[in-house]
């Protein structure tokens, strides 16, 4: 036989093997994406039979779960592994079967066989239906807490499961399931303590001069954390010198206290300085924060520390910044004053406020003695217990200008309201993203403002010469006082 067509030399026969190779790659991949639109990963599916591919074996066990619950045949897993996933019919009579196993090397789970049909004659009502578990509701409504604006109640995750699938369940696994739902959709609370050094780290590498600290016990338990945003540190300087501390339970499986610091800008928003997380509200951990606070901020001339009458404060304040004044709440105080003396209405509160914010010796005395008629101890209580300088204006030490209250902590505690429900390393992350975006939202104001003061103080200046030149002021002759017309 003669040889017509000549034989290829070595490097033309790698150059076709080659061709060879890439063409089965690409036919492999083509098949294996095919296959892979085809796998399910919504347990949500109208039919089960076999064949079908799931993306994972706890997406085949809820799809088989409420496949079960819409047609009302219980079942009862017979063998459970990470090869394979073996149910039969709750009645022993019964001859269904349903096998599923490991779809080849991946963590996808394929039907492999359904034997007969349900032919039991168990009438199973949706009250008790077995399969009806608080962790297969819990993977149902897991996208309802995505939204951090949803409020999803256990009432609301019983009617709707009724109206949904047909199956009645009680309070109490409705609230379960929630449970489970929240930690699937913002994490799991216990796992995000792990987090919290990469977060922290992260912090310091992304914000130039960003300081954190992170304080465990002997055993590597969590205890404190702390850190304050560079840009913070840095725009200190151009804020009123005055701090208002507080503090706000966390509402997380774990609880906590955080602890937060804040100034004023120039445009009189609220600038957060620093944060902290620790076990509660005691002489240690106040102690912690505001040595902290020092380390970072250190202190300015004029500046005082504004906060509620909390002894732990008062403690921290006069250890760490002993040069500093430390007023008090006049709202808290207030209160205290209420609840002491059981007094309250508008006489009281008028005249505290008078005395409080009065600028001249005069006008505080005048108030003074309105609270005197109310009752005869409140002036011992301001002057000696609590102290003129720590709640009035005029015998201030420093200069308290209008923060008179702790308004702007307990602004930013109304605002975290929901965040606080969050897991630890989610807590910090938001906080930081809060931050970030009120600095970027205060830069372009800055940025769009084109007068010598800030948006506000430029509002209220000309209010204020507005209302000058509606009156004149005329003195009358032999009288030490004036007429404004």
Request: aromatic letters at 10%; one cysteine or more.
């Amino acid at each position: 036989m003669q040889i017509t067509q000549p034989i290829p030399t070595r490097t033309e026969y790698a150059q076709n093997m080659a061709d060879f190779v890439i063409n089965q790659v690409e036919n492999a991949i083509e098949t294996s994406q095919q296959a892979t639109s085809q796998v399910i990963s919504d347990p949500h599916v109208d039919n089960i039979f076999v064949g079908q591919v799931f993306s994972n074996k706890e997406t085949l066990q809820n799809a088989v779960s409420l496949y079960s619950i819409r047609r009302n045949q219980p079942f009862k897993v017979k063998r459970s592994s990470k090869l394979d996933y073996k149910l039969v019919c709750i009645d022993e009579n019964c001859k269904w079967s349903f096998l599923a196993s490991k779809h080849g090397k991946t963590n996808m789970f394929k039907i492999r066989k359904i034997q007969h049909s349900h032919t039991c004659s168990l009438d199973v009502t949706s009250v008790d239906h077995p399969n009806a578990t608080s962790n297969l509701i819990g993977s149902v409504i897991r996208t309802k807490f995505v939204n951090p604006k949803r409020d999803y109640t256990p009432n609301e995750i019983v009617d709707d499961m009724a109206d949904d699938y047909s199956v009645s369940i009680s309070y109490q696994k409705a609230w379960r399931a929630r449970e489970k739902a929240i930690v699937d959709a913002r994490r799991c609370p216990h796992e995000s303590y792990s987090e919290i050094p990469r977060i922290l780290y992260m912090m310091e590498k992304c914000n130039p001069g960003t300081i954190t600290d992170l304080v465990t016990d002997e055993n590597g338990h969590f205890k404190y954390l702390y850190f304050a945003i560079g840009a913070s540190i840095k725009g200190w300087q151009h804020c009123n010198p005055i701090i208002v501390t507080d503090g706000t339970f966390l509402k997380n499986q774990h609880g906590g206290t955080l602890l937060i610091a804040s100034a004023q800008n120039a445009n009189r928003h609220i600038f957060p300085l620093a944060f902290a997380i620790v076990d509660s509200e005691n002489d240690t951990s106040w102690n912690w924060f505001f040595s902290k606070l020092k380390e970072s901020y250190n202190e300015r001339e004029g500046q005082c520390i504004i906060s509620d009458r909390h002894e732990s404060i008062a403690k921290a304040a006069n250890t760490n910044f002993p040069n500093l004044m430390h007023g008090v709440c006049c709202y808290h105080l207030l209160k205290n004053i209420k609840t002491k003396f059981k007094k309250g209405g508008d006489e009281l509160r008028n005249a505290f406020n008078g005395a409080s914010k009065a600028y001249n010796a005069a006008e505080y005395e005048k108030n003074m003695r309105d609270l005197d008629n109310i009752h005869s101890g409140i002036r011992d209580y301001l002057v000696n217990e609590v102290g003129n300088s720590k709640w009035t204006r005029l015998y201030s030490q420093n200069r308290r200008y209008k923060t008179m209250t702790s308004n702007i902590a307990e602004s930013v505690n109304a605002a975290l309201k929901e965040v606080r429900e969050l897991p630890i390393a989610t807590l910090l992350e938001c906080l930081h993203s809060l931050v970030q975006k009120w600095y970027w939202d205060n830069k372009n104001r800055a940025l769009s403002t084109f007068t010598y003061l800030a948006q506000k103080p430029e509002k209220s200046l000309r209010k204020e010469r507005d209302m000058s030149l509606k009156y004149k002021v005329t003195y009358l002759p032999y009288k030490n006082y004036s007429i404004i017309i």
